[in-house]
């Protein structure tokens, strides 16, 4: 199952936007990552990291705002910034696809469900109408919608918001992709939902061998779901590592300041630790250290922009002063 | 915390008409809350937990007056409020102030910021100009921002930046009471620390009463001295903080805390996934209302509607069979 060569590769991507006044902003700056076959990782960041950004560059869905400025998508050896767009096409849903934070702006309101499964299908497998429509049927059912014939004929409008979800995923998941991206697939859902959904994805990704990568901000869904964890800070990766590493022996100050300021549900924290200031606007990334100006540990040296560094096997950082990241323990994120 | 509550809600119904047809004649009601009584002691948080839906922000709007309650008496400082006229509403307005949840709609982006503070001051004659200039200044100090971003605009401030705003508007008229919606679920994570700390020091230094509205129980946790569950427009449980995080009577307060994830490769628990959705607050279900989703429910759920009891000391629960689920163990 496992195998060495990485299913997908992102090579120093570069995704930039450009503003009506001609400026430049770097959302995404040199991102580097792979995922493997039947693996989870999670790319984790606040908002305007560059993480959804990221994903939607993977499948050469980057609006007219934006330019792939650079890097690589490997993808089986293939890089897909090299393909055509219709060669694209066939590589979208079929082996990559994606499912959005808000089913509801994601699924066609004019068409039924059922036609909106369909049509992938009809795409990639060359498939008459009939048989597609028991494929459609099929998927629902896997994804728990009960009743799935009666609901291959509603409207996006008459599922609730857990129903829709799970009818995107129904729609992502109909061709057998390879790679699943899911981009914020439960910020938008209610926690009890929010459970059904994440088990149901992970039950997926076991029976059909995916490759997923999880886009979220919220670090107790990372915990649960990802083998691997790749955490975005203003365009960058600042580290990566296994979930273990990530969680229990952090080295960058930006993913402790994160771990320790979040509230958490199984034990009662006298002070929560503060980050402070908030996250810089991408027209003004600092120079150097993107992170200089809310750390600590910052200092001259921090000016320059810091190495991507292996620091234990599989675990990276990118940060000058990582060594000292076990002061923060006692000192607190103050100044 | 004394003995007199400060706020007393007393069968609280907020129900919102259907209307279709040409004559726009009401054909059924949305009952967003249907018959919800608790009390708030002086100094406290209560928090008020549910998911969406289940009537929390409905709640706190009927508890300022922002929408007339349907039926149900609402009391603060032991003096009835909920039938009073809107002309003597005012005083009571200063006395209670709100938290909103989206801090880039809830600050006008015509208004420089100083003035939004300064707002309410005024209209309320609170002081001199220059005494309410001073106080401005001296709040976007308190909240952390700064005299000198006392002529700027709201657009030009960060979420967190304005989520102080906010807050400082509403300490401005020194309320006793601050009905807080959902006050940093549209926050980036890193920024969520500084406002929920902020809130913290806030309460101490102006002995503040909140009343905390979240969908989410970690931060709850965190912050609030009790805890009421709300689902489909009914309280079902009301506990001391502590005590519901560590035995949770209803199945469904089990159910939330089982669902929350925790930012911890290591922590174990035993997930309890409901099945089915929320179902409509127009046509709720007869008997306990949570009957179609509980893993615990028996034939009596589907028929009789528990009440509101108090099963220890200050822990209510509205359930037949409390106690009967446990998200510990495995």
Redesign the interface.
């Known amino acids: 199952m496992k195998e060495n060569t990485p299913l997908l590769q992102v090579q120093d991507l570069k995704v930039y936007f450009y503003t009506e006044e001609k400026e430049e902003l770097r959302a995404v700056d040199g991102v580097s990552f792979y995922l493997k076959e039947g693996e989870t990782i999670a790319l984790v960041g606040?908002?305007g990291c560059g993480k959804s950004v990221t994903s939607l560059a993977i499948l050469r869905l980057i609006d007219s705002d934006g330019k792939i400025q650079g890097g690589k998508i490997i993808l089986r050896g293939r890089d897909l910034l090299s393909l055509s767009e219709k060669e694209m096409r066939e590589i979208r849903g079929r082996d990559i696809s994606m499912i959005f934070q808000e089913p509801s702006s994601a699924l066609n309101p004019v068409y039924t469900v059922g036609d909106q499964i369909m049509e992938a299908i009809i795409l990639h497998q060359k498939l008459p109408r009939p048989q597609a429509r028991k494929a459609a049927e099929e998927a629902l059912r896997l994804v728990g919608i009960p009743e799935a014939r009666k609901r291959l004929d509603e409207y996006p409008h008459e599922l609730?918001?857990?129903?829709k979800q799970r009818a995107m995923i129904a729609m992502a998941l109909s061709c057998h992709p390879k790679v699943l991206i899911a981009d914020e697939p439960t910020t938008s859902l209610?926690?009890?939902?929010?459970?059904?959904i994440?088990?149901l994805i992970a039950e997926l990704q076991h029976r059909l061998n995916m490759g997923v990568i999880l886009i979220t901000?919220?670090?107790?869904?990372?915990?649960?779901m990802a083998e691997r964890v790749v955490i975005m800070y203003a365009g960058k990766v600042v580290e990566e590592g296994s979930?273990?590493d990530i969680?229990?022996h952090s080295f960058h100050p930006y993913t402790w300041?994160?771990?320790h300021?979040?509230?958490?549900?199984?034990i009662?924290?006298e002070?929560?630790?503060?980050?402070?200031g908030?996250?810089p606007d991408p027209l003004n990334f600092p120079s150097g250290c993107r992170f200089r100006n809310r750390c600590p540990l910052a200092d001259e040296l921090c000016l320059t922009e810091p190495q991507w560094r292996e620091i234990e096997s599989q675990h990276y950082v990118y940060c000058h002063h990582y060594s000292q990241v076990e002061v923060l323990k006692t000192r607190g994120f103050e100044r | 915390m004394n003995d007199t509550p400060l706020l007393q809600v007393q069968n609280l119904k907020q129900y919102f008409p259907i209307r279709a047809g040409v004559l726009r004649k009401i054909v059924d009601w949305v009952k967003a809350v249907d018959g919800v009584s608790f009390e708030v002691s002086p100094g406290e948080t209560l928090g008020v937990v549910g998911?969406?839906g289940c009537g929390k922000s409905t709640l706190g709007m009927s508890i300022m007056r922002l929408y007339e309650p349907t039926e149900g008496k609402v009391f603060f400082q032991g003096q009835e409020i909920s039938s009073l006229q809107s002309s003597q509403l005012k005083n009571i307005r200063r006395d209670i102030q709100m938290i909103f949840q989206d801090p880039f709609t809830s600050l006008d982006p015509r208004m420089h910021v100083g003035p939004i503070i300064e707002e309410g001051m005024k209209v309320h004659h609170l002081a001199s100009l220059p005494e309410i200039r001073r106080r401005a200044l001296d709040l976007l100090e308190k909240v952390g921002l700064g005299a000198e971003y006392f002529s700027r605009y709201p657009h030009e401030f960060?979420?967190?930046?304005r989520q102080r705003i906010g807050i400082a508007r509403a300490l401005a008229l020194s309320p006793r009471l601050i009905v807080a919606d959902e006050p940093v679920s549209s926050l980036?994570?890193?920024?969520?620390?500084?406002i929920?700390?902020l809130l913290?020091d806030l309460k101490k230094e102006y002995q503040l009463t909140y009343i905390f509205i979240s969908?989410?129980?970690?931060?709850v946790?965190?912050v609030c001295n009790r805890v009421m569950v709300m689902y489909l427009g009914k309280v079902v449980e009301i506990a001391e903080?502590?005590v519901f995080?560590s035995t949770p009577y209803h199945p469904y307060s089990v159910?939330?805390?089982?669902?929350?994830?925790?930012?911890?490769?290591d922590?174990e628990v035993k997930?309890i996934?409901?099945?089915g959705?929320?179902p409509s607050p127009i046509n709720p279900p007869e008997g306990c209302r949570f009957h179609t989703?509980c893993p615990v429910a028996q034939e009596i759920c589907q028929q009789v509607e528990p009440v509101l009891e108090q099963k220890e000391k200050n822990h209510w629960v509205a359930c037949h069979f409390p106690g009967s689920l446990s998200y510990k163990g495995q």
């Open positions: 606040e908002s609730s918001g857990g129903m209610d926690v009890t939902i929010q459970a059904q994440l088990e901000h919220d670090l107790g869904v990372v915990a649960g979930r273990w969680f229990h300041g994160l771990l300021s979040i509230p958490r549900l199984d009662k924290q002070k929560l630790a503060i980050i402070p908030a996250v | 998911e969406s960060s979420g967190g930046q980036d994570v890193s920024v969520r620390s500084q929920l700390n913290k969908h989410d129980l970690a931060v946790r965190q903080g502590e995080f159910a939330l805390i089982s669902a929350v994830p925790v930012p911890d490769p922590y997930r996934i409901l099945s959705d929320v989703r």
